[in-house]
Structure formats: C-alpha cells, structure tokens
C-alpha cells in the first residue's frame, strides 16, 4: 500500500499535523493560494499586421454611431479579459497559477503522481474550501483520489478523528466564495476605471469595503456639524468626623442640575455655602456581573484592541499562527458554541483550580446570533490545561493573545461576581448631592479575567446616618462641553459592521487594511478619520450607486452567500441579478453630467489670484494627495492654458482624540464655522502670511475664508533647503503619507521626507536599472533603489509588479561603476563566507547601519561581515558545543 498525501495551505500547519500522522502520511504546504483570477494587467493577444489591417478596415466602413459601440464593445470585451470573468457568458473565469508557485505545483504533482490517495485539508471556512477545489483542478487526476478533511483544532484527537471520517468537498462552499469574488471583482475593476475618468486618477471602489468608508464619512459629517455647547457640574468635598467624602449635585429644585455658564454657577455655589448639607438617605443593595461569552472573532478583536491595544490585522495574524501551532481552535468564527468535552474539561479545570465555590452549578450554554454556523466552535485553548506560561515557539505578543483568550473561556463558566452598592443622597436648600460607592463582596469570575478598569471603581463609603449634617470642606466646579458622537476606533468599527450585517467574520480584517491602503481613511491616535477624498468618492458612488451603498442591500447580499454555501440558492443566478442592475446604472453614470452622468471633481474657485499667470483665479482642489490650490486656467485652451498649482500645509494644532472624552470637543471648538452652512471649516497654510480655511463639506459647499497674519508651519523650523538634484530651493509639502519636501523646479521632481525628528532626510541615490537581472516571482528585471533600508532591488515596473529584495554583494560589483560614492563601500565587502556560500545586503534598524550576511537556502548561516573603520570585519558562526 503506497503512501497519502495531505495538503495545508501553510507550512506551519503542516509542521503540527504531521506529528500526529504516522509513516504513511506525507504532509505538504501549497503556502496559501495556488491560483486566482489574472492579477490585473492581463498580457496582450498579439495581432499580426495584416488581421490588424483588416480590422481597421472594416472599422472604417462603420457608421460613427455603429463605429462607437463597436469600440466601446472591444473595450468592455478587453476588461473581462483583465477581470479573468466574463459575467456575458455565464460567468465564465479564467484561472491562472500565481507568480511564483511555480516550483510549489510542480512539486505537489510530483507527490500526487506516486500518492494512493490525497488529502485536502485546508482549512474549515469558505476560503479554505476554495483552496481545497483550486488544489484538486490544478493537480488533476481522478477525483476518487482527492478527499477532504476539516477540523476546529490541530491536537491528536481532532486529527485522527477527521482523517477517520474523510469527506468530499463542498462545492456549495466554493460556489459561495466564488460569488463573493466575482462579485467584488466586477465593481472594483468596474467602477474604478469610471472614478478615474470622472473624479481622478488612481481611484478604486470595492462592493464591501466602500460601505465601510461610508461608515467613517457619515460620522466624519456628524462630528464636523456639531457644535460643543458649554455645561458644568459641581462637586462637594465634605467630611464627617473622620471620614471624607466627595459629592456631585444632582438636581436643583427637582430638575437635573445642568448650568450652561459660569455665573449660574456662581450663584449656586454661594446658596449652598449658606446652608447646611444633610444625609437624607441611605440605600445599599446587592448586584453582580456574570461573565461574557467566549471569544467569536469579532469580539477577540474588539478584546484585542482595548486590552491589548493590538490592530485587527496584527489579532488576526497571531490568532493564526497560535492556531497553527495547535493551541487555540479555528479564530474565524461567529458561534459561540463549545463542545461537551471542551466543557467538561473546562469546569473540571475551575474546580481543581479554584474550587466548587468558583463553578456555576449547571453548564453554561450561550446563546448564537442569528446565522451563526453550530458546526464551527467559538474561539478556546485546544486544552485548558495548556497556560500562557506553557507556549513554546511564540512571540511575547502571541502568548499574550493566547492568555486573554484562556482567561475568557475559564471565566466563562465561572460564577458572576457580586457587589454591594451604596448610594447616599443629601440636601441643601433646593439642591439634592449624591455620591455612590461599590464594594466587591465575592470576585467570582473576576479572579480568572478582570474587567477592562473603568472609572467607577469599587469605592467604599463611609457609614453615614440619615440626618447627619456634613461639613463642607471646598466646591469644586468644573467646565464641560457636550461632545459629538466619537471617532470610530478598530474594535468600535467591527462591531458597527457586525451589528448591520455587513462581511463576515474571515473578512473584517481585509475591510479594515484595504480602507486605508486605499488613503480613503485614515488612522491617528487610534481612531478613524476620513479622508477628503473617501468622502467625494462615497457622494459619487451614493449618487449613482446606492444600492451598493445601502447598509440593508449589502447586509442583504452576505445573506444571499449564506443561502449559497447552504446550498439554497444557485450562485449563477444571484450573479446575473445583480450583474444585470448594476449594468445599468453603470451605463447611465458613464453618461456626460448633463444627462445624468456621474459628477466630475468640482473645484471652488476663490478670489484668489495665480501668482504665475497673474490672470486667473485659483481654486481649491481635491486629489488623493490632498487639498491644493490649482489654477482655473487649466481648463483653458493650450496657447492660454495655465498648469500652476500652489501646496497647501493642513494648518490644524490637532489634539489626540483619545486624550480624553471632550479632546474632540475642543478641536471643535478650535475650528472657524462657514459663513453658509456653519459646519467645522479646515485649516491650510498658503504661505508664511495666509492662512485658508475651507468648509468640511466642500466642493459640496463653497464656503472659504482666508486669514492674515503671521503662521508658522508644525514640525519644521529649519531653513530653506538646496535640491541635491538641481540646486533649486525645495518646499515643505504635504502627502498622503505625511509632510515631505519637494523641489519648485518645474523640470525637477525630486522629494525628500521630512523625519520625526524634524530635519530633512539624506539625499537618496538615482536608481540604476539592471535589465540583465530577471526578477525571481514576476516576469520584469530589477532597478537597484535607495530608501529608507538602505540599498535593495525592486521590480521596474512597480507598482504593476510587486517584488523586493536584498541584493548580492555580487550583484551590485555588476553595476559597480553606476554606483553613488556613498555605496562605494559595500562593492569591497566579501562576495562569499568561508564556506562558498554568497553573501547578500541587509540593514540594521538598530544600529542605523548596511552590513552583509550569508545565506544557504534563504536561512542565515550566522556569518555576517560589518564595515567599521575602513574595513570589513568578519564575524564567523558560531559553533555548537557538543
């Protein structure tokens, strides 16, 4: 009997499960996706001259009318073939093996070819299922021979038990992801080329994403239009005997106390200083908390980022190698389901540990959210008896992941902790003082994981009597302003999601990175702000999309995928429904404006003047990059036209949103309001004398203003600095990705960043193109760049092709004499260790620092060689001590 084969989608997977397989097993990794739809620029069908002359012939004899819809129909036609679907013929796709899993097919075939059977066990969700069908086409062979294993945990048990009842795939599974893909493949390569055509270049939409950046403009939109009103509360320090305490004024003459300025304050102050404080009531009363549900992925990222204060990737990320390791069950789950055995193990481990008085009498079961899949477990320790402690192979930060989600499911089947809470109510006058305190009585589930520390902490009261007069020590008012609804953080904005339905729980970790690699929101302080240009793209796509936009419709449609990967709707038929609505409104918004089209990027034309053409106005304008000044010549015929644009610097003191509650609130308070919509307007500094404040709404209102006087620009207090390239001055600018300088020479483009510290970054090397170096994943040759690392090789037609990496000492002597003086050092470093192998470039974020190192096989020998003093020296392995 010859041996099987089984296929995991990582190499850490298959490091875990092949120690619970015996001999007969072989176990491989395809590393992630082995194919997908073409990668976006689709290669080019040659055609020869004469097909390309008999077209052109015939493309002559058209009518215009006949001649512009043959046009845009070979325009439509060449998009599905950059799509890899064509949605006109029954959604047929076209598959290709990824760049560089080349080597990895070959070798999974080669195994397959001599395998008596095949494995695939990928993992238990729609994309793994998928993984598993993409396995199975691109291996071939009879599909007797392929069989499907799933599991919740990579432990003994769970192995052994799947590979004891194997299954097929489940093609409503793969159906489900499938319809997921094309869908999200036809509004992005869809629409996308529409917003460049009408809004600007570079632009991109997604089905789902682009519902969750709507999310972060409408609160944007919220924030910016409230405006903070003044309040006070008053407080009272008072004692008794020994015992001190500290009151708050409730009410005044039966209302809520809620002054709305200073000298109502005042007054009150003054009335109660005259009169004599009074307990008049005592009230203590039990209460208790029960513990939460154990972790679904949704809440392990909301968890994550306010305990932890990790990002929804870096959770996500963890959870898998935890998982992958065999520590923790499956993380993408929405079911809060536990199995018998992982509950018997769980109490027993509580009344072990902590005792009977520390169990709930009856198991605790938690109710599922609608939709949820029973099949699938919530998130738990593969054994309870594995503590953080125990880990091993795990980075600090995953160890502490693990902790948080062991600590949530033993608490969860512990007993609620209970309080005593007191409540003292005292009298003056017309105004009723109240102060309450907490006492914990029994920690109950607390022991195991203590609650996120909030400000009303246990506090104990002191044991004062009805119609005990206190003494008043001192009056404490303190101002407020009412605050807007908050910023979405992380954790805020996967629960929003979750709550309206939309995505699922394998996909609010993409949501959340693509909306701001994108640049249509953006992340300070750890909260969400929209970009201008996320909000121009939401109005556009609302306008003539809203069916994509709408909350319900798009909670609707992951619905739609549940009844597909149940196998209750034909995913087929749920394409063309939507296909066939949202051509439509395609073909209406291509349209010019004035038919109903799709609006272009307006501009808000001020009374401002070109300083170079001296004729014109500028107006503000909206890019990816930002907010600048451009000239209304623009649009002018080419003898008149006029190109000038002016940088504007984003003039705001911004304060941390997270500072406090009411941060928010003050910044509000800071910002000038539109003279027509009063909404919050934002700040840009023309130069040292001007500074421009445009509405928060605009283009959609034109509201502008601008302010003289004496600026000066945040983070930069040097001089004027001389472009390396040209000798020309450069100018602080500002971009996506922060504050930058950038020449005023109109022939030059160079840029320098402007680093934290607040000087400008070195001059960075020309890069050198080296078409005699074949990229190793991409068909394209390599340029030899200077940044931010130090020296590495990139693809030359970034960013159609993504490929890094560190260069060979050897490789850079071939372009030796093209080399900037400042990398002449690295040409005498040594192009072999001592034992053949070649050394290769790296940097040290450390030390600041290009060193050289060898490599066998992609792994470090140990050997690395550093240039101090004029020289290299070579530091050799280490040997191991037997």
Known sequence: MGKSLVIVESPAKAKTINKYLGKDFIVKSSVGHIRDLPTGGGSKTPVDAKERARQAAITRKMAPEEKAKHKAEKAKQQLF???????????????????????????????AEKAD?????????????????HLREIIGGEDDKFQRVVFNEITKKAIQAAFSKPSHLDMNYVNAQQARR??????????????????????????????????????????????????????????????????????????????????????????????????????????????????????LQQASSTRLKYSVKKTMMLAQRLYEAGYITYMRTDSTFLSNDALDSCRSHIESTYGNDYLMPEVVKYANKDGAQEAHEAIRPSNVETEAKDLQGMEPDAVKLYDMIWRQFVACQMTHARYDVTTLTAKVDDYELKAKGRVMRFDGWTKVQPPVK?????????????????????????????????????????????KRGIGRPSTYASIISTIQDRGYVSMKNRRFYAEKMGEIVTDRLTDNFDNLLDYSFTAHMEDDLDEI?????????????????????????????????????????????????????????????GVFLGCTGFSLPKDEQCKNTVNLIPGDEIEAVDKDEEAESRNLRLKRRCPKCKTAMDSFLIDENRRLHVCGNS?????????????????????????DKCGADMELKTGRFGKYFGCTSESCKNTRKLLRNGEPAPPKADPIPMPHLQCQKVEDTYVLRDGASGIFLAASQFPKNRETRAPLVEELLSVKDKLD???????????????????????????????????????????????????????????KKK
């Open 81 to 111: 073939k950059r799509m890899g679907i064509n949605p006109e013929k029954n959604w047929e796709a076209q598959y290709e093996t990824l760049p560089g899993k080349e080597k990895v097919v070959k070798e999974l075939k080669s195994y």
């Open 117 to 133: 059977h095949i494995f695939l066990a990928t993992d238990l969700d729609r994309e793994g299922e998928a993984i598993a069908w």
């Open 182 to 299: 094309f869908l999200d493949r036809v509004v992005g390569f869809m629409v996308s080329p529409l917003l460049w055509k009408k809004v600007s270049r570079g632009l991109s939409a997604g089905r789902v994403q682009s519902v969750a950046v709507k999310l972060i403009v409408e609160r944007e939109r919220e924030i910016r239009a409230f405006i903070p009103e003044e309040y006070w509360e008053l407080f009272a320090d008072v004692a008794a005997k020994k015992d001190a305490l500290r009151m708050q004024v409730t009410s005044k003459a039966g209302n809520k106390y809620r002054p709305t300025s200073e000298e109502v304050v005042n007054e009150d102050i003054k009335v109660i200083q005259a009169g004599d404080i009074e307990i008049v009531s005592r009230e203590d009363k039990p209460s208790k908390s029960k513990p939460s549900a154990p972790y679904i992925t949704s809440t």
């Open 454 to 498: 909030k400000n009303d902490d246990d506090i104990t009261l002191p044991d004062l009597k009805k119609g005990q007069v206190l003494d008043l020590k001192k009056l404490d008012p303190k101002q407020h302003f009412t605050k807007p609804s908050p910023r979405y953080s992380e954790a805020a904005l996967v629960k929003e999601l979750e």
């Open 565 to 625: 990967a149940s196998g209750h709707k034909d995913w087929k038929q749920l394409l063309n429904e939507f296909y066939k609505d949202f051509e439509s409104r395609l073909e209406n918004a291509e349209k010019p404006v004035e038919d109903g089209g799709m609006k272009n990027n307006q501009a808000v034309e001020t009374d401002l003047t070109c300083p170079k053409c001296e004729k014109n106005h500028l107006a503000i304008r909206m890019a990816t990059t």
């Open 699 to 723: 283009p959609n209102c034109d509201g502008y203003e601008i302010e003289e006087g004496s600026f000066k620009i945040k983070g930069y207090d040097g001089p004027v600095i001389e472009c």
């Open 821 to 879: 003086p400042k990398f002449e050092y690295l040409t005498k470093a040594p192009t072999e260790d001592s034992e053949g192998n070649k050394t290769v470039v790296r940097y040290s974020r450390k030390n600041k620092e290009q060193y050289v190192m060898s490599e066998k096989d992609g792994k470090s020998t140990g050997w690395t060689a550093h240039y101090n003093n004029g020289r290299w020296q070579v530091t050799e392995k280490k040997s």
